[in-house]
């Protein structure tokens, strides 16, 4: 009988490891929203095939996977530590957690905890936290009734038009916009 290996969307994908950094950086803020609809109570095939459209899209965006390309090496210890930061960031996504706060928690000092950080997931931490939030909102977005004001606010921004360009960055249209084009049936 063949074996089957369990793959958690929350690692880091391994054909990653070949692209280019921007090629990079845009499926891993693809994935935690897979990874967020796939573990959801309420999932639906409409948000996922959203995220696997998104993945496939940044995919066929890429200019080329370059196989000579280095991106350093970490250690078993450093990644080990990125993987206990974003199962720890995963658990308290509604939380505002500061990069001290991390660092008192994991002992270790701010710059090696960045530094670990990008070196694995090739993003910072505070970018890697921006992506989960707005992904987050994308669901309530496409699931709620809530206002873009109640969204914005329940993802720490006070101001609503500082949330629309930080959605906009990160999820490719406006938070209306992504209503009205996701808008769960």
Do not use: W
């Not at 793959?7 to 280019?20: A, D, G, N, Q, Y």
């Not at 803020?29 to 998104?54: N, T, W």
């Not at 070196?119 to 669901?139: C, D, P, Q």
Request: proline share 2%; charged share 30%; aromatic share 8%.
């Amino acid at each position: 009988m063949k074996e089957t290996k369990k793959i958690s969307l929350k690692e880091k994908p391994v054909f990653t490891e070949t692209m280019t950094g921007d090629a990079q950086m845009r499926v891993h803020q693809v994935f935690p929203g897979i990874e967020l609809v796939y573990s959801s109570a309420h999932r639906d095939s409409c948000s996922l095939k959203i995220e696997v459209m998104e993945l496939i899209f940044a995919l066929s965006k890429m200019d080329s996977l370059d196989p000579k390309a280095s991106y350093g090496t970490v250690s078993q210890t450093q990644a080990d530590l990125a993987k206990k930061i974003t199962d720890y960031l995963n658990d308290r996504s509604d939380s505002d957690i500061t990069v001290a706060e991390l660092a008192k928690k994991f002992h270790v000092s701010k710059s090696h905890l960045q530094n670990t950080f990008r070196g694995v997931y090739g993003t910072s931490v505070f970018n890697y936290m921006r992506i989960r939030k707005m992904h987050a909102a994308a669901l309530k977005l496409a699931r709620t009734e809530k206002s873009v004001l109640e969204i914005a606010n329940e993802c720490g921004y006070e101001n609503a038009s500082k949330f629309a360009a930080a959605f906009r960055e990160i999820m490719g249209e406006l938070p209306g916009e992504y209503r009205k084009n996701h808008r769960s049936l």
